[in-house]
């Protein structure tokens, strides 16, 4: 048995940031976000929407497209940094808003290689019996962004994706999975305050420590070479090369970083999925987005070779490639 990707959807919030509105806010500009980055709008939730409404809506779509119900699903693994609250797992609120009454539910940490780390794991327990796995990747990324830090509020937006994996025969699927970290970078992207080091205090609320703080020129670099080693890594270990691959689909941080990844791989631009034009970095839940949307432009058919490939907050970098 090998686990396949059998359904996926994807959502995001109503409301759109564009570069314009944030000269309005902070010392930018549309011309400097848009050379150094490619972002030109990422879509924000309004008030009172939260990390699981997005992620159900993402979730519920996925499921339509996998034409199974909630009640098939075995497992609900989200990956996410911005759950409804720190207690209780955001995924239960979801089993619970999708009524999918047989599914264990639990969240994973893995900042934006979140949704690969999940996929990997729901890889795992389809190769050992489960049926169904909803992967989920959703983020409300504006809850912890310092909207009066330019280094940092023009990057991210908020969004959900989100994929139904499914035990299949045949040679199609998942082929395999690779997952790093180095922890001894960890300060290159972090939120310094509100949790148990540092819990929420007024000096966490006035110096914005429940924010992102990054640095960003260095992540740039660690980025770039970890997506090459990766992808090699990942191509190496199926006998395969770049030019066997159809479509990568990476996490979506930044084109400068993408466009270094494809060159150095000697990947033409073409095969790279890209739509942080749109969403800007939406974490954990780039990558599911993306996928959603290939799939739906039809970059994706059955047959085709897919490489996902992430880095993160952690460190972390990770791989998928799936026979489509
Ligand atoms: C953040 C990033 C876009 C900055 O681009 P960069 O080319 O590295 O720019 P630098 O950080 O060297 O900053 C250059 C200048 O632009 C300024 N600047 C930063 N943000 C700005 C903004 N929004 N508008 C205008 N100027 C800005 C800086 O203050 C700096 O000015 P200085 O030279 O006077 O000090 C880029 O480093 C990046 O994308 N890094 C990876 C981040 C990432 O992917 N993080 C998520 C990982 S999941």
């Known amino acids: 048995m090998r686990a396949h990707i059998t359904?996926?959807?994807?959502?995001v919030p109503a409301k759109i940031l564009s570069n314009a509105d944030l000269e309005n806010m902070v010392a930018t500009s549309d011309q400097w976000i848009t050379e150094r980055t490619g972002i030109r709008a990422r879509a924000v939730c309004g008030p009172g929407e939260a990390c699981s409404d997005l992620g159900v809506k993402a979730a519920q779509r996925a499921l339509e497209d996998a034409k199974i119900s909630a009640s098939d699903v075995d497992m609900i693994l989200l990956a996410t940094?911005?759950?409804?609250?720190?207690?209780?797992a955001t995924a239960c609120l979801i089993q619970q808003q999708l009524g999918a009454k047989r599914a264990a539910a639990c969240d994973l940490s893995a900042a934006c290689c979140g949704f690969v780390y999940?996929?990997?794991?729901?890889d795992a327990y389809i190769r050992t019996g489960?049926?169904?796995?909803?992967?989920?990747?959703?983020?409300?990324?504006?809850?912890?962004?310092?909207w009066t830090d330019r280094n940092t509020c023009v990057l991210?937006?908020?969004?959900?994706?989100?994929?139904?994996?499914?035990?299949t025969e045949g040679d199609h699927g998942i082929l395999s999975t690779h997952l790093r970290s180095d922890g001894a970078l960890w300060e290159l992207i972090a939120v310094p305050g509100g949790g148990s080091r540092l819990p929420p205090c007024e000096k966490v609320l006035a110096e914005k420590l429940n924010c992102i703080k990054m640095k960003g020129n260095e992540t740039f670099k660690v980025a770039v070479r970890t997506l090459?080693?990766?992808?090699?890594?990942?191509?190496?270990?199926n006998?395969?090369?770049v030019s066997d691959l159809d479509l990568y689909?990476?996490?979506q941080a930044n084109v400068r970083i993408l466009k270094a990844v494809a060159d150095r791989l000697g990947l033409p631009l073409e095969k790279v999925m890209l739509n942080l034009d749109r969403y800007g970095n939406t974490s954990a839940a780039s990558i599911p987005i993306a996928l959603d949307e290939a799939i739906r432009q039809g970059r994706i058919t059955k047959g085709s070779l897919v490489m996902l490939g992430a880095f993160g907050a952690g460190l972390t970098w990770a791989s998928a490639l799936i026979r489509w």
């Open 7 to 11: 359904g996926t959807g994807s959502y």
């Open 81 to 88: 940094c911005t759950g409804d609250y720190p207690l209780p």
């Open 118 to 122: 999940a996929l990997s794991i729901a």
């Open 130 to 146: 489960m049926r169904h796995v909803l992967v989920i990747g959703s983020e409300v990324m504006s809850a912890i962004t310092d």
């Open 156 to 167: 991210f937006g908020d969004g959900a994706g989100a994929a139904v994996v499914s035990a």
């Open 228 to 237: 090459e080693e990766i992808a090699r890594e990942t191509l190496t270990a």
């Open 239 to 241: 006998r395969l090369t």
């Open 249 to 251: 689909v990476p996490h």
